[in-house]
């Protein structure tokens, strides 16, 4: 199977490169390098480009045969998003109608997208399943919204096919150690824990310390990267068997409170860790965690590192190798 990764070299695209490779795929890495890197393309052929660019796109496409493209190509802070909006639906819009497009000229009509659980806003029933009231409350999330619609209506007429899997926090690290997060700047809880852990930051603050949880402290989905990657490769095989777009949820079923992630990254570190203690931000729910039993049924799903002392410990080993390039 020849299958194109769109931002192959970031974090989730980079595990995901890895996967296809050991399933025996033909895999072409299309990356502009803004927040990727080369040495984590561990497989397959590197092309360096950029969604905006349509001729780089013709080019690729005229020269390839691909059976499915994945998209992890999209801007992902919600921060940012807010601040500077026109980025967002720059890149994750129009940047992905481009490929889209570009996709119907060629004929290639399976395409796996890496969505979120920020389509749905604020949550009004938790775990989120797929029929929750999508009421995105920022850019990002509108834009990932945007893109689930588009697919909609480009399945409806042009017949391409599409996979949208929805989730919150993808962490961990390659078992293995080759490949784990190298974000700059860093804004994912896990890694920044560890960082303090390690001594490359001086204390970790705790947004909220009073919500209506156990511990008092925010409940979020984390994911192991590998099992997300194994879900997007289960959306292929999806595809391939029953030509059929479909919507799915990816979370652990209970989530985790920052306070256990804490608690969990000094135990495996052996580290003190110091905290402080930040007022709530507007817009953070007590908790978000995602109903994946859709995902469990229909693409037999089933998640292999689900005990947070293995996605901290993979994790952290990966923080000890040191990459901050």
Sequence with gaps: M??????????IGSHMVKLLAQQGCKVTVFDNLSFGHVDAVLHGALVVGDLADTQALDALFSTHDFDVVMHFASSILVGESVQNPAKYYRNNVANTQNLLDTMVKYDVK????????????????????????????????RSKWMVEQILEDYDRAYALKSICLRYFNACGADPDGKLGERHDPETHLIPLVLQAAAGKRDNITVFGQDYG????????????????????????????????????NLGNGDGFSVQQVIDVCKLVTGKDISVLCGERREGDPAILVADASLAVSELA?????????????????????GKDD
């Design 2 to 11: 020849k299958i194109l990764v769109v931002g192959g070299a970031g974090y």
């Design 213 to 248: 949880t156990p511990d008092g402290t925010c409940i979020r989905d984390y994911i192991h990267i590998v099992d997300l990657c194994q879900a997007h490769w289960l959306g292929i095989q999806h595809l391939s068997n029953y030509n059929q777009s479909k919507r799915y």
């Design 301 to 321: 799903w089933k998640p292999r590192y689900v005990k947070l002392e293995e996605i901290v410990s993979h994790a952290w080993q990966w923080e000890l190798k």
């Design 110 to 141: 399976k395409f796996i997208f890496s969505s979120t659980a920020a389509i749905f806003g604020e949550p009004q029933y938790t775990p989120i399943d797929e029929v929750h009231p999508k009421l995105p409350i920022n850019p990002y999330g």
